[in-house]
C-alpha cells in the first residue's frame, strides 16, 4: 500500500492510516478521491509507487509515498513491510 506500506489484506486505493503498518513513523502520504498526495497537499505520481516505477516526465511527483525520498518508489522503501513468499505482493 502507497500509504501505509503494509502488504496485508485491505483496500489500498481507500487507505485512511495515520499510521504505517507497523505503527513506527506517521504516513507521508495520504488518499484524496483516490489520488496520492503529500500529508502537505503536493501531488505524488502513483505509478512511481510500483515496483516497475514510472516514465512520465513528472519528476517533480517522483517521491516515495513512504518517506518523501526522490531515490525509489513505495515498493522499494525501506519503511516498507518486507514481502514474504505468503504475501509476495
Do not use: M, Y
Request: some cysteine.
Amino acid at each position: 500500500c502507497a500509504v501505509c506500506l503494509g502488504r496485508h489484506r485491505h483496500l489500498v486505493i481507500e487507505c485512511r492510516a495515520t499510521r504505517t503498518w507497523d505503527n513506527k513513523h506517521d504516513t507521508f502520504a495520504e488518499r484524496v478521491h483516490k489520488a496520492l498526495f503529500t500529508r502537505d497537499g503536493r501531488r505524488i505520481c502513483a505509478r512511481w509507487q510500483r515496483e516497475e516505477g514510472c516514465s512520465d516526465r513528472h519528476d517533480v511527483r517522483h517521491i516515495c509515498s513512504g518517506c518523501g525520498l526522490s531515490s525509489h518508489g513505495a515498493q522499494r522503501c525501506s519503511r516498507a513491510q518486507e514481502a514474504s513468499p505468503n504475501n509476495p505482493i
